[in-house]
């Protein structure tokens, strides 16, 4: 048997985990694991690379994804061409670790592929799952951020906001802002009012305090207002979020006695080796995912639900983006710990 993997869209910690881990399974089984470099790229061009034991050994622990990805494929009118390709590199099956976009291709692209998903983003926002890998390190990296500038705000008695990525979810802005004890997080779903948190930060200052953080995910807005985003061609959906930081750092100097700076983390976020949490779940899923390839149980999605990793069917992860439901227990933590959200 002859396995092909592949990693679709944006890169996340944790890609190379997945790899490793299903390659081991696979090989340990003696199937041959064929690497797709580039995404769906690698299998239009047949571009490649023989994963064997020796090349994957110790790659989880490494960020990004040696085999390549990209998230702006054109998949429109290619399914003939991407049937012809597939059958030219002598699959017999396909493990494909991405998001939405991947899973929407994969349909539209081989209906009837030998296929399992296994869901990335460190967005978190995949239907289907309660988790996605990369997530946790995005995570750390914000908290770590709030951590490290909290220092600087503090000895200018400034306000540092720092612009967090998540699309139109504030996941990554409201676990890496809580876990860091943020003073202020502002997140998509919960639009926020200009007055109330001009007076939360007038407030502060007031009584004294040295410096303040305020974490804000990308697509983040006030009430009446739009989120803050510019069209572009290379964008996978047309548009690339971001600008709401510095936006807010000249409004705070503008409205509160506090001067204020910004922050744009951006691919710091997905650029770092994966935390433990991340690896740990890697592990089981990348062996989740050749478990089901070596039960021939195709087309079933891997995911992480109520602390199990376990299969489902493949349409389970192409919802609409799971956002944060604005009375979440993790925005009640938030506010019982006096976090403005
Ligand atoms: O989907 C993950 C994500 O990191 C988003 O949070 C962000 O808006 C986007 O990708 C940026 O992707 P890129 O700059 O690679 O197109």
């Known amino acids: 048997m002859k396995i092909g993997i592949m990693t679709g869209g944006g890169d996340a910690p944790g890609l190379n985990g997945i790899v490793e881990a299903a390659s081991r399974v696979l090989i340990k089984n003696n199937i041959e694991v064929c690497g797709i470099l580039d995404g769906f790229e690698g299998i239009f061009s047949r571009r490649t690379k023989n994963v064997t034991w020796d090349s994957v050994l110790g790659m989880h622990s490494v960020a990004g994804t040696f085999l390549g990805t990209?998230?702006?494929s054109k998949i429109a009118g290619?399914?003939?061409?991407f049937q012809k390709s597939y059958q030219a590199l002598g699959l017999d099956g396909l493990i494909a670790a991405g998001g939405d976009g991947t899973f929407k291709a994969l349909k539209e692209?081989?209906?009837?592929?030998?296929?399992i998903g296994v869901p990335k983003t460190i967005d978190n926002d995949l239907q289907g799952t309660d988790i996605t890998f990369g997530y946790d390190t995005a995570c750390t990296v914000v908290a770590?951020?709030?951590d490290a500038l909290?220092?600087?705000?503090?000895?200018?008695h400034r306000v540092m906001v720092i612009e967090t990525m998540g699309r139109t979810a504030g996941w990554i802005a409201l676990g890496g802002g809580l876990a860091s004890y943020a003073d202020a997080i502002l997140i998509p779903e919960r639009p926020f009012s200009r007055e109330k948190l001009a007076q939360f930060l007038k407030d502060a200052h007031d009584g004294g305090k040295l410096g303040m953080v305020v974490v804000v995910s990308e697509a983040a807005k006030a009430v009446g207002e739009n989120a803050i985003f510019n069209e572009n061609k290379h964008s996978p959906t047309g548009i690339r979020f971001g600008g709401i930081g510095e936006n807010l750092a000249r409004w705070i100097e503008e409205s509160t006695p506090w001067e204020a700076r910004h922050v744009v983390l951006g691919h710091l976020q997905r650029a770092r080796p994966p935390t433990?949490?991340?690896?740990?779940?890697?592990?089981?899923?990348?062996?989740?995912a050749a478990s089901l390839v070596l039960k021939k149980e195709w087309n079933r999605a891997v995911v992480y639900r109520n602390g199990l990793v376990i299969d489902a069917p493949l349409s389970d992860?192409?919802?609409e983006p799971r956002t944060v439901q604005p009375d979440h227990r993790w925005v009640k933590l938030c506010e019982s710990l006096g976090i403005f959200i």
């Open 150 to 156: 909290r220092a600087t705000a503090n000895a200018h």
């Open 78 to 81: 290619r399914a003939e061409e």
């Open 70 to 72: 990209s998230n702006k």
């Open 317 to 319: 992860l192409q919802g």
């Open 144 to 146: 770590d951020a709030v």
């Open 276 to 288: 433990t949490t991340d690896r740990f779940l890697t592990a089981s899923m990348g062996a989740k």
């Open 109 to 115: 692209l081989a209906p009837n592929l030998p296929l």
